[in-house]
């Protein structure tokens, strides 16, 4: 079956670096586009990134742009968000998702904590 795992949350200073990755099994990772998606407390989940099967083309969120970088590796199955320059207000529990065969899956996802 579909599998979605987030990795690499956590709690880190104003300014500071992550890198999430999102390991994904049970669907041909390399024809799809994926995404990730954040919750913060409080606040609907919203699109933060999303690449396309071959990895050339991306979209950000204007609050993301030239701070966060999606990438994939077809070869691992494997997406990644490198996120830069954290604000408190990047502080929530972020997601990988996949659509295919009409359905929306989603990883359990990771926490990230930006706070000083």
Same mark, same amino acid.
């Given at each position: 079956?579909?599998?979605?795992?987030?990795?690499?949350?956590? /709690?880190?200073?104003?300014?500071?670096?992550?890198? /999430? %990755? $999102?390991?994904?099994?049970?669907? !041909?990772?390399?024809?799809?586009?994926? %995404? &990730?998606?954040?919750?913060?407390?409080?606040?609907?989940?919203?699109?933060?990134?999303?690449?396309?099967? !071959?990895?050339? %083309?991306?979209?950000?969120?204007? %609050?993301?742009?030239?701070?966060?970088?999606?990438?994939?590796? *077809?070869?691992? *199955?494997?997406?990644? /968000?490198?996120? *830069?320059? /954290?604000?408190?207000?990047?502080?929530?529990?972020?997601? $990988?998702?996949?659509?295919? &065969?009409?359905?929306?899956?989603?990883?359990?996802?990771?926490?990230?904590?930006?706070?000083?």
């Amino acid at each position: 079956q579909v599998q979605l795992v987030e990795s690499g949350g956590g /709690l880190v200073h104003p300014g500071g670096s992550l890198r /999430l %990755s $999102c390991a994904a099994s049970g669907f !041909t990772f390399r024809t799809y586009t994926m %995404s &990730w998606y954040r919750q913060a407390p409080g606040k609907e989940r919203e699109l933060v990134a999303s690449i396309i099967r !071959t990895g050339f %083309s991306t979209n950000y969120a204007d %609050s993301v742009k030239g701070r966060f970088t999606i990438s994939r590796d *077809n070869a691992k *199955n494997v997406m990644y /968000l490198q996120m *830069n320059s /954290l604000e408190p207000e990047d502080t929530a529990v972020y997601y $990988c998702k996949v659509s295919l &065969w009409g359905m929306d899956y989603w990883g359990k996802g990771t926490l990230v904590t930006v706070s000083s």
